[in-house]
Nanobody, 123 residues
Framework: VQLVESGGGLVQAGGSLRLSCAFAGNIFTFNTVCWYRQAPGKQRELVARSPGDSNTNYSDSVQGRFTLYVDNAKNTIYLQMNSLKPEDTAVYYC??????????????????WGQGTLVTVST
């Protein structure tokens, strides 16, 4: 079972986008959830990380502009991106630690990645 991303696209500088990352399965809880990005010719970098039981950490380059949040009712992780800049152009990936519980009450821990969604910010 995968994480399915959506919400990328082309936006002008100063605009906003919201990325979604949905888990199509029976979740007991999200554990640590993260968003990464990889710009052309660059290494993948951590954008935001939420351990679940403490404050979310953001990279300096997005602090104050991006917000990671989780809708547990929808099994979905979001990244709200405001005041976008051309240097935010990248493929964005979600990553999550997930605990599932089956009908017999057995717990399983999974780590999953989304497939990536392209965000392009024009000048």
């Amino acid at each position: 079972v995968q994480l399915v991303e959506s919400g990328g696209g082309l936006v002008q500088a100063g605009g906003s986008l919201r990325l979604s990352c949905a888990f199509a399965g029976n979740i007991f809880t999200f554990n640590t959830v993260c968003w990464y990005r990889q710009a052309p010719g660059k290494q993948r970098e951590l954008v935001a990380r939420s351990p679940g039981d403490s404050n979310t950490n953001y990279s300096d380059s997005v602090q104050g502009r991006f917000t990671l949040y989780v809708d547990n009712a929808k099994n979905t992780i979001y990244l709200q991106m405001n005041s976008l800049k051309p240097e935010d152009t990248a493929v964005y990936y979600c990553n999550a630690g997930i605990t599932t519980r089956d009908t017999a009450g057995r717990y399983t821990f999974l780590e999953r990645w989304g497939q990536g969604t392209l965000v392009t910010v024009s000048t």
